[in-house]
């Protein structure tokens, strides 16, 4: 079984042993892995869509899995009972579908181990989502695959909160672990929003215009207080990650 950089990593940080349901799950290939290299005892696969659960079933047939994984027609966690997954596992969707999903849910998400989270878009949505729903956010990563930048969080059982808002736009746990592929992001980051406000005129714009520049004058601001927050050693005149342990 073979999954994309995205899905390994996303596979990776499930971590409970037990049983996983994989919220739009797709072709079901991240459900067959977790099983098939003893991640999870046994899975649920579920979306919303007949589609996606007719491949996930030749798949899931194909691999010699069917007394192990189940199929279920569901929208979110709808058709999930309290306590008959140890892991929530959801990627490959916005962060304000995750949100939406989780916060429906709210009864079902509280009684998993863990959460283990792949937004597209808006992740600081899921992460005041889950503090929210009485998880803390145990672990987070940023991986580049394919062109584009992905996170991945794992979050358990317990309170936590963050004390400003840009932990929560950016990442604090990013921040703290020094995570170089999250250096990269912002610094792309920041030479997008350098290049847009160069673009625009020194004087004449509208209201409107003016409001964009202001807008990404703070955006750029947050960047630089992210990338002051991020330090590395500096070895031959190249970057070089700090040891996470």
């Not at 929530?88 to 079902?108: N, Q, Y």
Request: glycine share 10%.
């Amino acid at each position: 079984m073979h999954l994309s950089r995205r899905l390994q990593r996303v596979a990776a940080n499930v971590c409970s042993g037990g049983v996983v349901a994989d919220i739009g799950c797709d072709h079901g290939f991240t459900s067959i892995y977790l099983v098939q290299e003893n991640k999870a005892v046994s899975a649920i696969a579920m979306d919303v869509n007949q589609g996606p659960l007719k491949r996930a079933k030749e798949h899931i047939l194909q691999y010699g899995m069917s007394d192990r994984i189940t199929l279920r027609l569901s929208d979110g966690l709808l058709k999930l009972m309290p306590g008959e997954a140890d892991t929530l596992l959801i990627s490959g969707m916005g962060g304000a579908l995750i949100a939406r999903i989780l916060t429906d849910g709210s009864e079902v998400a509280a009684a998993a181990k863990e959460l283990v989270l792949s937004p597209q878009s808006e992740a600081f949505l899921v992460r005041k989502c889950v503090h929210r729903l009485g998880f803390q956010i145990a672990s987070e990563e940023m991986l580049a695959d394919q062109g584009k930048y992905y996170v991945v969080i794992r979050a358990v059982p317990g309170n936590e909160c963050y004390g400003e808002e840009i932990d929560y736009l950016y990442g604090k746990k990013l921040m703290d672990r020094q995570d170089i592929i999250f250096f990269q992001y912002m610094k792309k980051e920041e030479a997008r929003v350098n290049k847009v406000l160069q673009g625009l005129p020194g004087q004449g714009l509208s209201a409107v215009g003016e409001q964009r520049k202001k807008d990404l004058q703070q955006e750029r601001a947050q960047i630089q207080k992210v990338l002051n927050r991020i330090s590395y050693q500096k070895e031959g005149g190249r970057l070089w990650e700090n040891e996470l342990g």
